[in-house]
Nanobody, 121 residues
Framework: QVQLVESGGALVQPGGSLRLSCEASGFTFSSAPMSWIRQAPGKGLEWVSSIDSGGNSPTYTYAVKGRYTISRDNSKNTLYLQMNNLKPEDTAVYYC??????????????RGQGTQVTVSS
């Protein structure tokens, strides 16, 4: 049974930082490319960042490039997202998912409960 448990979300002021974590179980994490997606209030799911199974080749949506860093620790079955210089438009529920293929694949990717990130002064 695949389980993805996100944590680390919080209320933070603009310009602040957070690190999100996602503990995975129920599948071979070290063989799975992983991603972060998010859903802002009243909006659809948005792909944020992906990383391959070995922790290489990170990719980011343009809106977060240069501010976010995705990483993973395969020995701990954990995916991370370091978020710096946060902006109010980063406010969303963040989810980690196994990367799939196809157009807009993230819309149908199984996900956990997510973690709420709120950026506000």
């Amino acid at each position: 049974q695949v389980q993805l448990v996100e944590s680390g979300g919080a209320l933070v002021q603009p310009g602040g930082s957070l690190r999100l974590s996602c503990e995975a179980s129920g599948f071979t994490f070290s063989s799975a490319p992983m991603s972060w997606i998010r859903q802002a209030p009243g909006k659809g799911l948005e792909w944020v960042s992906s990383i391959d199974s070995g922790g290489n080749s990170p990719t980011y949506t343009y809106a977060v490039k240069g501010r976010y860093t995705i990483s993973r620790d395969n020995s701990k079955n954990t995916l991370y997202l370091q978020m710096n210089n946060l902006k109010p438009e980063d406010t969303a529920v963040y989810y980690c998912v196994r990367s799939l293929s196809g157009v807009n694949w993230w819309r149908s990717a199984p996900r956990g409960q997510g973690t709420q990130v709120t950026v506000s002064s």
